[in-house]
């Protein structure tokens, strides 16, 4: 029988953590000391960004950064983004389908053209201004393929329903919907799915070339998936909505658990959406819509939009770590000189011109105009995005990297900058509402 040396010895070779002792800085266990700090600090954020001249974002990106500089400290590798950009993609698409559903939750109008003309407007006018524009100065400027540069401008057109929460219209209930608002949160729930159709023109100029594709392109990309995407989101977001409302009143749902069916509803319509080859991104949004409106006045509505909001928040906060922790000197430097002015150009030139000339004849004032053109928040869609650029392996490395370089500049910046600005501003254009 062995004496207790030798039982130590055993028991450090199968890896029991009872017998390393005083063996310090085991990596799990400091990550999970920064996940609870950062936790932490996220509620704080959270709790008091709607009093402060900053929103919670802002508090995830310098988390973001101190974990990539403990990781770097520490020669710890977390994930690499051009050789785990599948990985991206699924987390950022999960944050991204939750907030879409949740934003179709918040809005009250009717759906008719007088009522939604601004968003269309945005949508159909300032969005593709400014993939053009972007695109054009990425092929110009910063020296990428035509393909590398449309996707790049497709990849950084959506505003971010994510991280957008500060300039949006209240949580279900909240009749009032300045019209400002009101444009930013609808654009911002359409063109996520919208964006679709011009990163696949990307793809396919830079794995084609030529024209020969552009009907299959037209046909599958934007005359299918777009229409079917939309109408799918709606009758099965109505449909769930009188489901979940059937067995409540037969007592089979308990009113406690109402915030679990947003997340239920949102995966259902999203993989019944993609099952058929539709925009699920688009369908989510939709079915949030319609979920609202049946019954719209009931109680529970509140709940659901609760529940799939906190969902959102902490996909939120999980994300940004996961990416800021990517982040390295090394990396902030492949978009180049040229790269990194097109952070400024696109939020404060190439955005709000896009956004002042598809407002012309609207019902907003210049003020108004300038604030949608201001807050175009870049974020968790774009990473999505890139993602699927980058999995679909028809860049090359060096445009690849440069891909991901820029948008982490572009959406680093632009969640300093506009959530810096985001209560002020809204301040200020509550004050003139009211006047």
């Given at each position: 029988?062995?004496?207790?040396?030798?039982?130590?010895?055993?028991?450090?070779?199968?890896?029991?953590?009872?017998?390393?002792?005083?063996?310090?800085?085991?990596?799990?266990?400091?990550?999970?000391?920064?996940?609870?700090?950062?936790?932490?600090?996220?509620?704080?954020?959270?709790?008091?960004?709607?009093?402060?001249?900053?929103?919670?974002?802002?508090?995830?990106?310098?988390?973001?950064?101190?974990?990539?500089?403990?990781?770097?400290?520490?020669?710890v590798?977390?994930?690499?983004?051009?050789?785990?950009?599948a990985?991206?993609e699924?987390?950022?698409?999960?944050?991204?389908?939750?907030?879409?559903?949740?934003?179709g939750?918040?809005?009250?109008?009717?759906?008719?053209?007088?009522?939604?003309?601004?968003?269309?407007?945005?949508?159909a006018?300032?969005?593709?201004?400014?993939?053009?524009?972007?695109?054009?100065?990425?092929?110009?400027?910063?020296?990428?393929?035509?393909?590398?540069?449309v996707?790049?401008?497709?990849?950084?057109?959506?505003?971010?329903?994510?991280?957008?929460?500060?300039?949006?219209?209240?949580?279900?209930?909240?009749?009032?919907?300045?019209?400002?608002?009101?444009?930013?949160?609808?654009?911002?729930?359409?063109?996520?799915?919208?964006?679709?159709?011009?990163?696949?023109?990307?793809?396919?100029?830079?794995?084609?070339?030529?024209?020969?594709?552009?009907?299959?392109?037209?046909?599958?990309?934007?005359?299918?998936?777009?229409?079917v995407?939309?109408?799918?989101?709606?009758l099965?977001?109505?449909?769930?909505?009188?489901?979940?409302?059937?067995?409540?009143?037969?007592?089979?749902?308990?009113?406690?658990?109402?915030?679990?069916?947003?997340?239920?509803?949102?995966?259902?319509?999203?993989?019944?959406?993609?099952?058929?080859?539709?925009?699920g991104?688009?369908?989510?949004?939709?079915?949030?819509?319609?979920?609202?409106?049946?019954?719209?006045?009931h109680?529970?509505?509140?709940?659901?939009?609760?529940?799939?909001?906190?969902?959102?928040?902490?996909?939120?906060?999980?994300?940004?770590?996961?990416?800021?922790?990517?982040?390295?000197?090394?990396?902030?430097?492949?978009?180049?000189?040229?790269?990194?002015?097109?952070v400024?150009?696109?939020?404060?030139?190439?955005?709000?011109?896009?956004?002042?000339?598809?407002?012309?004849?609207?019902?907003?004032?210049?003020?108004e105009?300038?604030?949608?053109?201001?807050?175009?928040?870049?974020?968790?869609?774009s990473?999505?995005?890139?993602?699927?650029?980058?999995?679909?392996?028809?860049?090359?490395?060096?445009?690849?990297?440069?891909?991901?370089?820029?948008?982490i500049?572009?959406?680093?910046?632009?969640?300093?900058?506009?959530?810096?600005?985001?209560?002020?501003a809204?301040?200020?254009?509550?004050?003139?509402?009211?006047?």
């Amino acid at each position: 029988m062995g004496g207790p040396g030798e039982a130590l010895a055993s028991a450090n070779a199968i890896g029991f953590g009872a017998a390393r002792g005083f063996e310090l800085g085991d990596v799990v266990a400091l990550g999970l000391l920064f996940a609870g700090v950062a936790l932490f600090l996220a509620v704080g954020a959270l709790s008091q960004q709607a009093e402060r001249a900053f929103s919670a974002a802002v508090v995830y990106l310098l988390l973001g950064a101190i974990l990539s500089l403990g990781l770097e400290l520490a020669g710890v590798d977390l994930i690499e983004p051009l050789d785990d950009a599948a990985l991206i993609e699924r987390l950022a698409e999960l944050a991204v389908i939750v907030a879409l559903f949740s934003t179709g939750l918040k809005i009250e109008r009717r759906l008719t053209w007088r009522e939604w003309r601004a968003p269309a407007m945005l949508l159909a006018v300032a969005m593709p201004l400014t993939i053009a524009a972007v695109a054009a100065y990425a092929n110009l400027a910063m020296g990428l393929s035509l393909g590398a540069a449309v996707l790049l401008g497709a990849v950084l057109s959506p505003t971010d329903p994510v991280l957008a929460g500060d300039i949006q219209v209240g949580p279900p209930g909240h009749e009032d919907e300045p019209e400002p608002k009101f444009a930013l949160t609808a654009e911002a729930g359409l063109n996520d799915g919208l964006a679709f159709p011009f990163v696949f023109l990307g793809l396919f100029i830079a794995a084609e070339g030529g024209t020969s594709w552009l009907g299959e392109w037209a046909l599958a990309d934007v005359l299918y998936a777009v229409p079917v995407g939309l109408v799918l989101g709606a009758l099965l977001g109505r449909t769930m909505a009188r489901l979940a409302l059937g067995l409540r009143s037969r007592g089979w749902l308990r009113p406690e658990l109402d915030g679990w069916l947003a997340i239920a509803t949102v995966l259902a319509v999203y993989g019944a959406t993609e099952a058929v080859g539709a925009y699920g991104f688009l369908a989510a949004f939709a079915a949030g819509l319609a979920f609202r409106r049946h019954e719209r006045h009931h109680e529970y509505h509140e709940r659901v939009h609760a529940g799939a909001e906190t969902v959102e928040n902490f996909s939120e906060l999980a994300l940004l770590l996961l990416l800021g922790s990517t982040v390295t000197l090394a990396g902030l430097s492949e978009p180049g000189l040229a790269g990194w002015l097109l952070v400024p150009l696109l939020l404060v030139a190439i955005r709000p011109l896009a956004v002042v000339l598809s407002l012309v004849g609207s019902r907003l004032e210049l003020r108004e105009r300038l604030f949608v053109g201001w807050f175009g928040i870049r974020g968790i869609g774009s990473f999505y995005y890139a993602a699927v650029g980058i999995e679909a392996g028809v860049l090359g490395v060096a445009e690849a990297s440069v891909l991901y370089w820029t948008v982490i500049a572009c959406v680093g910046v632009s969640i300093v900058v506009h959530g810096v600005t985001a209560t002020p501003a809204t301040r200020g254009l509550e004050r003139s509402l009211s006047r």
